[in-house]
Structure formats: structure tokens, C-alpha cells
């Protein structure tokens, strides 16, 4: 089974999507159900393949017609639309009404305070209601699922069609093979989502839940190092070295030697962080081997001294777009679905990326440098951040208001598949330390 939350979609998994889409457009009521967006779940299985949507059961949504045969979406983990939940929404919905018309103000907070109790003993009672299994045959509550890490559920959590998808294939004796994720309809204006592109399962409400459904089965993970890293100068100031895709920058959670271990095992503790690159982002990188150092190229790094270079392979531009130009997006961190990022006009800090498109031997070099077949619908680009946003260059390449192309191999922001992510660090220029 892949892992949801880091995966490259098979063959046969982009050929389901493709025909799933292309059903949902052919269908006048699923289409217009969906076209505001919603996120789409196929789950391959030992016994077939299952479908699915995220969120609340829409009665007009029961399935959909499947290379001439008529599939159904699979039932929700709980059922929210009908029975006692909805009875107690119309009464909670009920004292709303009453407060909008109240005119006393201690009667009002009386009320209040009885919808706000409401509110809470349903939510506590919903959560107790949604039974997930893992394939070891365990049963838990999603409130206990949640607490097993400390966390409280956050709202419509098991309406995913992650879980949903799980819960399904384990009542009915299914082993599951392979999931994906993927998106249909409009794309939003802040997170990056784009029609018929599969995005790894949410961290927030999906994160703990899919956690513990998924104990029992093995899971493959499509990380790996490509290479080792190369010395590209030193002297008694700062290192600089070339990081392979795949080797994280600094140490994490996930155990894996980083960058930083690496060059502490070869010149001594003496090395100090600078600035970071993304695990699946390979390139230049430079170390300060003292604190004195560190403090003097960070100082740059934030004053916009550093001049830094990217080249990129990414989906077909649009022909309308111009070949070189500058993105302003601002980004923000996605606190609902991390580590992602998101544009965000009102709460985002300013981003700025330049970019210009390869063409003839800068184009054809970057097929080779990343390993990809060449093809007329994949573009290669040279990205000059001005600002050093997280993610800047994947978000700013993929959403819909920047160059609308993500980049080849980004499981997170929905790229094709490709051997690796197909972002590389080229160059990185510093002033000399006084």
C-alpha cells in the first residue's frame, strides 16, 4: 500500500483518475455538485476499486457511471445527514434564530450560552459515533484516535474520502493496494488545487486518523536519496556544498541522516545552519563553521544580499503567458494542512519570484540533469526568488494565479510523476565575510 501523505499515482492509478474525471464532467448533476470543488478518493483493492468524495453525504451523489457501469461512491464512515444529529442541528440552529430576534441582553447571553453547550455535547457525541477499524481488526472512536496524541478532533474529521475509503475496504474484507487523491472543479484562491492533480491526504483531520486506520499494512514511500553530497569549496569561514534530492537539510523527526550530520561527521561540530533547502529540492547550500559567521550571512539572507538561482521542470505553460515575468504572491503557512503552503492576500507575507522560460540546449540539459524523457508537454524554467518564502518557488510555479504549472514530482502541490522533484539549487551569491 502506498502512503497517503507522500506518493507518485501508478499508471493504472492517473488512468482511473482520468476516466473518473472525465465521468463526473459527462454526469450534468455530479458536475454541477462538484464544480465549486471537492476533492476525490479511488482506492484500488484485491477485489476491485472503490470510490469516493470528501465530505458530507450529498444524496444526489451516489455514484457514477464507470466505463458503462454504474459505480457507487462508498457510504460515509457515520451518516451526519440523517437521524439524531440533524435533529439536534435544528435545534441548535432553532436558538440562533431566537438570538437574532432576542432584544434582551441577558436573556441573549442565557442563550448563548445554551447554544455554545449544545454545540459541544453534539460534536462530543458525533465523534463518539465515528468507528474507524485498522487492518489489525482494532476499533476506535475518532475521539479516542485523536487523543491517543494528545489532540482534540478537529470538525468534520472522518469525512474525508481517505478514511472513508479504508473503512469501506476493511468491513468488507478488501485489502487495500494503492490510494490517490484528487481534485475536481474550480480552484480556490488560496491553497494550491488544480483539476484532475493529486494531493497526499490532509495532516490536520486526516493526519492521526489515517495514521492508525493504515496500522497493519505495509506502506511503501517513494522518498529516497539521489546521490551524496559534493564539497564545492571550503576555507576557514563557510562551506559550500552541492545537497542530493532526497537528504534532508537539517536534522528531523524522520531519523534520516541530514546535511548539516553529514558535514559535523567530516569537519567537526563546528558547523552551523544558514538557510535551508526542502528535503525533495536538491543544490547549493552553504554552512558557517563559525557563530560569528552564521550571524553575518543570515544578515544577508534577510537583507535580500544573496542572490540565489533555480531551474525547474514543470507542466506545459499556458501559450497566454508570457515566457519571463515576475509572480507577487503572498504566502502563509496552511495551518489546516501542513507543511503545505498558501496564498494568502490578508494574512501572507510578501513573495516575489522572477522567472524565464529555457528553450533549445538550456531546455535540453535540464531533461538530463533531472532524468526525464524529453517532452513537448513539459516546460523547464529558471526561477530567481527575490524573497525566501517556504515552498515560494513550488507554490508560486503551481497555483492558479502564478504560472499554473506545478513542478514534475511534487507529490505535495500536485505535479506529475517524475523520479524525483525536478527543482535544483544552481547557484547561491554571497558577499565575502569581513
Known amino acids: 500500500m502506498n502512503n497517503p501523505f507522500r506518493y507518485r499515482p501508478s499508471e493504472r492509478m ?23 470543488g471537492k476533492m476525490l478518493g479511488i482506492l484500488i483493492c484485491d477485489g476491485g476499486i472503490l470510490l469516493a468524495y470528501s465530505g458530507k453525504r450529498l444524496a444526489e451523489a451516489d455514484g457514477v457511471v464507470l466505463d458503462g457501469e454504474f459505480r457507487t461512491f462508498v457510504p460515509p464512515v457515520f451518516d451526519v445527514t440523517v437521524g439524531y444529529f440533524r435533529e439536534k442541528e435544528e435545534e441548535i440552529s432553532s436558538l440562533s434564530r431566537m438570538i437574532a430576534l432576542e432584544s434582551d441582553g441577558e436573556r441573549m447571553r442565557e442563550l448563548k450560552e445554551l447554544r455554545a453547550a449544545e454545540s459541544v455535547k453534539l460534536q462530543e457525541w458525533t465523534f463518539e459515533q465515528y468507528k474507524v477499524l485498522n487492518a489489525k481488526g482494532e476499533c476506535l472512536n475518532i475521539a479516542e484516535v485523536f487523543a491517543l496524541k494528545g489532540l482534540v478532533p478537529p470538525a468534520a474529521s ?8 479504508l473503512q469501506y475496504a476493511y468491513l468488507n474484507g478488501l485489502h487495500p493496494q494503492e490510494m490517490a487523491e484528487f481534485w475536481y472543479g474550480r480552484s480556490p484562491a488560496g491553497p494550491v488545487r488544480a483539476r484532475g492533480r493529486c494531493y497526499p491526504s490532509c495532516s490536520w483531520k486526516c493526519g492521526p486518523l489515517l495514521e492508525f486506520m493504515l496500522q497493519g499494512l505495509e506502506l511503501t514511500d517513494c522518498r529516497r536519496a539521489f546521490g551524496s553530497p559534493v564539497i564545492l569549496s571550503e576555507d576557514e569561514d563557510m562551506i559550500m556544498v552541492e545537497k542530493p534530492a532526497g537528504m534532508p537539510a537539517v536534522p528531523g523527526l524522520d531519523g534520516l541522516l541530514s546535511l548539516e550530520e553529514w558535514l559535523r561527521g567530516r569537519y567537526g561540530q563546528e558547523i552551523y545552519q544558514v538557510h535551508r533547502l526542502d528535503q525533495d529540492t536538491s543544490g547549493v547550500m552553504v554552512f558557517a563553521r563559525s557563530r560569528r559567521v552564521r550571524s553575518l550571512l543570515q544578515r544577508q539572507f534577510e537583507n535580500r544580499l544573496v542572490e540565489k538561482l533555480y531551474l525547474a521542470l514543470v507542466d506545459r505553460l499556458d501559450a497566454a503567458l508570457p515566457r519571463e515575468g515576475c509572480i507577487s504572491l503572498p504566502l502563509a503557512p496552511d495551518y489546516e494542512d501542513k507543511p503545505r503552503q498558501k496564498v494568502d492576500p490578508v494574512q501572507g507575507k510578501p513573495a516575489e519570484t522572477r522567472y524565464r522560460v529555457l528553450e533549445g540546449r ?46 514534475c514530482g511534487d507529490t505535495l502541490y500536485g505535479g506529475i510523476p517524475a523520479p524525483r522533484l525536478c527543482l535544483h539549487a544552481a547557484s547561491l551569491s554571497i558577499q565575502g565575510i569581513q
Open 158 to 165: 472522518g469525512d474525508c474520502a481517505g478514511p472513508k475509503l
Open 362 to 407: 538550456e531546455r535540453m540539459r535540464l531533461f538530463d540533469f533531472f532524468g526525464v524523457a524529453p517532452s513537448d508537454s513539459i516546460d523547464a524554467v529558471e526561477f530567481r526568488p527575490l524573497t525566501g518564502r517556504t515552498h515560494q518557488i513550488r507554490v508560486h510555479s503551481a497555483h492558479a494565479s502564478g504560472l499554473g504549472a506545478p513542478i
Open 14 to 36: 492517473r488512468g482511473l483518475i482520468w476516466q473518473l474525471d472525465g465521468a463526473i464532467a459527462a454526469d450534468v448533476r455530479l458536475s454541477a455538485l462538484f464544480s465549486e
